[in-house]
């Protein structure tokens, strides 16, 4: 039998962002940098970053009880959890499990999504096709990530981009809230070098030599990047959209991955659409992968910038190569 397909709002938002601050000074200490290059070229005055003992599941569970508190839900009500992450606590289990289990959503099937700075998107995705179909009624879907724990603070072109942290959002059956249009995910592998940490799984496992070579760390191509992800934001905007029927001008406010100011400007001068619509703090958090959309969502949310019927547009891309679009009808 056919399931029946239900339109689907986010319900309530939450972030959490750990206290410990990398300002650009911190940088101009360690590497041959400035406040003002690094400004220049990303746009980051500051990122956050967990100590020794604070993991991704830790991040995961403050950001997603703020996300119940907007909503007004107990955790025991949650019957789905997921979260996109490249940094969960282990290999296994899922760092959804852990959060699973520190909420007491006692209910809610758990598992985690790797699709890099897409991660949340895809979780989103996902999270949202399941609770169309009425199968789950209240899912929990995070965006999470301790990236500086992957770092490489040797290397000067990128060791200054990433910060860690975590957003939520609560998804049930529209009846309420703010209802999703459209989510649309893809993936092109033939360019999974450009992004990638070498060692840690099958192909590479950890070693002295892989320690000691330091292949536990982020890899980075940022002109292959930068040109990607120009292209793939402008692209994924647009055609969001117009699977809604809707146009450009229709558009209250883009919501985007925080990954390179540059790289913001340069696709929005793409699109012919003005900075002044899409929501940037990447200047406090820096690039933490999947947390970024759900993070900069929540801001945003909580602002009182937005009004019923505001069209909103989630997108992300990253390693993978991956992407997403996601579009929102406040």
């Known amino acids: 039998m056919a399931e029946t397909i239900k339109p689907v709002s986010i319900i309530g938002t939450g972030a959490f962002a750990p206290a ?3 300002d650009n000074a911190f940088f101009e200490k360690i590497i041959d940098t400035s406040d ?7 746009g980051i005055k500051e990122r956050r970053a967990t100590t020794e003992h604070e993991t991704t ?4 569970t403050k950001a997603a009880l703020h996300a119940l508190e907007s909503a007004k839900l107990k955790p025991e009500e949650l019957d789905l959890i997921i979260i996109g992450t490249v940094t969960p606590d282990h290999p296994f289990p899922s760092a959804a499990c852990y959060v699973q289990a520190r909420l007491k959503a006692v209910n809610a099937a758990a598992f985690d999504i790797g699709a890099a700075c ?6 989103l995705s ?21 990236l500086t724990k992957i770092t490489d603070y040797k290397d000067r072109t990128s060791c200054m981009l990433f910060g860690d942290g975590a957003g939520a959002v609560i998804l049930q059956p529209h009846t309420h809230g703010h209802e999703i249009l459209y ?7 033939s360019g999974s070098a450009f992004i990638y940490q070498p060692a840690g ?3 590479m496992p950890a070693s002295h030599k892989t320690v000691e070579e330091n292949l536990h760390v982020i890899r980075l191509r940022g002109r292959e990047v930068f040109k990607f992800a120009v292209t793939k934001m402008a692209d994924m905007v647009a055609f969001g959209v117009k699977q809604c029927h809707l146009k450009l001008e229709d558009i209250t406010m883009i919501v985007p991955h925080q990954v390179n100011l540059r790289i913001l400007e340069a696709a929005a001068e793409r699109l012919n659409f003005p900075m002044d619509k899409i ?12 947390a970024s959309v759900p993070m900069a969502l929540d801001e945003v949310a909580r602002s009182g910038r937005l009004k019923k019927g505001d069209i909103v547009v989630l997108v992300a891309f990253g390693g993978g190569l991956t992407w997403g679009v996601t579009v929102i009808r406040w």
């Open 20 to 22: 410990k601050i990398l």
């Open 36 to 42: 003002e290059w690094i400004t220049t070229r990303t």
């Open 279 to 290: 929501f940037v703090n990447i200047h406090k958090f820096g690039n933490t992968s999947s």
């Open 118 to 123: 897409s991660g949340f998107m895809y979780s």
């Open 183 to 189: 989510s649309f995910i893809g993936t092109d592998g």
């Open 201 to 203: 799984g099958s192909k």
């Open 126 to 146: 996902i999270g949202h096709r399941l609770v169309s179909t009425g199968v789950y009624k209240n899912a929990l879907v995070i965006g999470a990530e301790c």
């Open 57 to 60: 599941a830790d991040l995961s």
